[in-house]
Every structure is written in structure tokens, then in C-alpha cells.
């Protein structure tokens, strides 16, 4: 007979990241795999995991090329760890590396693994371009061609222009708008002003600032190739700044989202460790947080949904199925793709219509105290490398509440990426000392 297994507290053990940078400046020599080592061989070593063999590594990247095959397991035979450690690569666009660590927490729950990393890397330095179409089908054709008089019948009818190459697509498949774009109709849908996402960006830069002053990422940060820090943070950025940036992508005088308040693209990477709190003891390695509540929902963007609006719903889902209320958290941390992403965000939870024709709610989830959101900075000064976000805002809040003492954590992180799907991944963290946290995992 079988035994029904109690699901057990998910532990963030600990987490490490290497200093995000800009495209083209700190790593613009660098690949996904290189960074993710990096990362990964700084967790190893800041936790004397050198021979460990691990559960899973789960990881991934979202501008990858076809050499890039299982990069968790290529990234995890280029550390220290035990070779005998399972690597499985995903991808889930912005919400990669949290994704991932839902699917070790899951594990980890019920019992099936003892400890797990989840893992992000991106490069938007090194991305992959690509011939047109219609000259790949030629050297394919090439290929298997044996006559001369067969490979010149091939290139019959070339012309140049099919050696033009093709850069990574940044709009939606679905829609043929970029990001941005389409968070500039979120901007006017939910009358977001130009002003407020300024200023948002701005607190984003001082905290993250203030956070180094203080030595907060001391212990989250490995360095990479001579960096130090994020080389996207500006400390001495002032609104007046911010406010000489033009439009970025509604280039009329009706357009608020710049550069300032957008997030740039950027190269990084980083890990998260997570275990039952029995191999956390058994290797004396702290318990900086529990992972206690996922979930995932999409919108339907193509219909007429804001591309971004998913962590609305994904929030609302978690908190009733948590028996929460919004306003249950010590810490938000709340993925910052646009200024204005955060805003319409806020916004719609506060919206009485909003959250009871959309969400299903009787009443308004209502707002919060916004002290307490991304205290430390987030991805507006940081910098956003796809895939290594999640990571990086899981062990940015696991940090916090272990600092703090006490409290609960609440993540919500947009992404995009997959045809016709805008997926949101949001997370609970409490406290392991928080005894009355219910988990459902």
C-alpha cells in the first residue's frame, strides 16, 4: 500500500547572481553559456557546494541559438557540481528562472527531490542572426546536392539580398507589436502619466543605490568578467533627467514610455537554491525563506487585453486560493518592464469595475503601501536579462524578509514571448518562523 506524502516546506536556501550590464558593454563578449556558469559557479562556491550533486538544475534563456542544446546541463558541467546533476532547460520568457523554481519547489513539496537550483541567463549582446529563408533553403539544398550541374541549378536565380540578415524579432507574433508598444496602450488605457512612471523610475535607481551603500547585495552578487555592479544604475539620476528623454516607441507628443522609464536590454544571469529544510540542516546551510503559494495565468492579449495585465489575474488567483488579502505582505517585489507596467498594475487592483468584471472579485483587492514595494531597487535600475529576473527578484526578497526577521513577500513578474500566450508567474514568500502560513503548492 502506498503512503500519501505531507507536502513539506519549500526552503530558498540561497541565491547568486553576477552584476547585469547593459548590451554591448561589460559581456558583449560573453555567451548565455558563460554567464550562466558564472552564475551558477558563484552560487557553488558561496555555499561550498563544490562535488554536490544536486537533484535538478533548471534553467534556461530566451535569445538562444540552435548550438545552445540543453544549456542547464551544458552550464552545470562547466561548475563544480557533481556531473551526475540532471540539467533541464526551459523557457518561459521573462518568467524563465521563477518558472523553474516552481517546478523544483513542486518537486521538493511532495517529496520527490531534496534540493533543486533554478537558473536564468540571457544575452541581448550575443543574439542569434540569421540568413533569410529562402538562402537557407538553398544551402540546405547545397548540401545534399552530388553534380556541379545539380548545385548551379540551385543557385539559379540567387540574389544578393537574400544574404541580408535577420535580426531576432522584438514584436508579438500575433499582434506585430513590440513590448513597448503595446504597454503604451496600457499607458493611455489606464491614464498613466508620463510624470508618475518618471518618478517610479527614479525611486527604482535611488533604492537600488541606497541598497549598495548599505551592502545589501554583498551577499547576492559574484563578480564576471571585471564587473562589479549592475552597470545600469545611475546614482546621481534626477527627474529633470529623466524628463529631457523622448518617447520611445509612441514618438508623438501622446507618448510616455522613454528610455528612462523602460527597461534596456541587458546581459545577466542568475540562481536560486531551494530545498526541503531537512537537507538545508543536513548541510548546514541557512533557510533564508520558505516558498509557500504559485501561480500562472495569461490574458488575452490578441482579444483586446493589455499584453501586460497578466499579474493581475495571477495575483487575484493566488490570494484567494492563499486566503490573503493584498494587503497580508511586508515586501512587494514587482517586476518593473516598464514604469508604467507597475503602474497599471496598481492601478487595476485598486479598480472596483476592474476587478469585478475581470477578475471576479466582489470588491476592489485595493492598494498597497508603496514604501514597501521593491525596496531595494528592481529592474528599472538593475537592468532585466530575460530569463535571469525571476531568479534575481526571488533571492532579492528572500534576502529582505532573512534581514528583516519577520514578514511576507509578495512577487508578481510580467512576460511575454509565446504565440498567442502572456503568461505571469506570482509567489507567496514567508518566513520559515511564519508557523501559520498555509502552503499549497
Known sequence: MSQTKTIRPVAIVGANRIPFCRAGTGYADLTNLDMLVSALQGLVDRYNLHGQQMDELVAGAVMTFPKDFNLAREALLGTSLSPLTPGITLQQACGT??????????????????CGIAAGTDSASDVPVLFSRRFSQRLVALSKAKTTRQKL??????????????APAISEPRTELSMGEHCELMAKQWQIGREAQDELALASHHRAESAYSNCFFDDLLSPCAGMLRDNNLRQDLTLAQLEKLKPSFDRSAKGTLTAGNSTPLTDGAASLLLASEEWAAANNLPVLARLTHMETAAVDHVGGEG??????????????????????????????????????????WESEEYCR????????????????????????????????TGARIAGT???QLQLAGQGRG???????????EITVAGAAIVLPRDSHARRLL
Open 397 to 399: 526578497l528572500a534576502r
Open 97 to 114: 528562472s521563477l518558472q523553474a523554481a516552481f517546478g523544483i519547489a513542486s518537486k521538493i513539496a511532495c517529496g520527490q527531490i531534496e
Open 357 to 388: 468584471e475581470r477578475l471576479g472579485l466582489e470588491k476592489a483587492l485595493g492598494s498597497i503601501d508603496r514604501d514597501k514595494l521593491n525596496m531595494t531597487g528592481s529592474s528599472l535600475a538593475i537592468g532585466h536579462p530575460f530569463a535571469a
Open 153 to 166: 541549378a540551385i543557385l539559379k536565380g540567387f540574389r544578393p539580398s537574400e544574404l541580408a540578415p535577420v
Open 410 to 420: 509578495l512577487i508578481s513578474i510580467c512576460t511575454a514571448g509565446h504565440p498567442g
Open 307 to 348: 499584453l501586460l495585465m497578466a499579474p493581475t489575474v495571477a495575483v487575484a488567483n493566488m490570494l484567494s486560493r492563499a486566503e490573503l488579502s493584498l494587503q497580508d505582505f511586508t515586501h512587494y517585489e514587482i517586476h518593473e518592464a516598464f514604469a508604467a507596467q507597475v503602474l497599471c498594475t496598481l492601478k487595476a
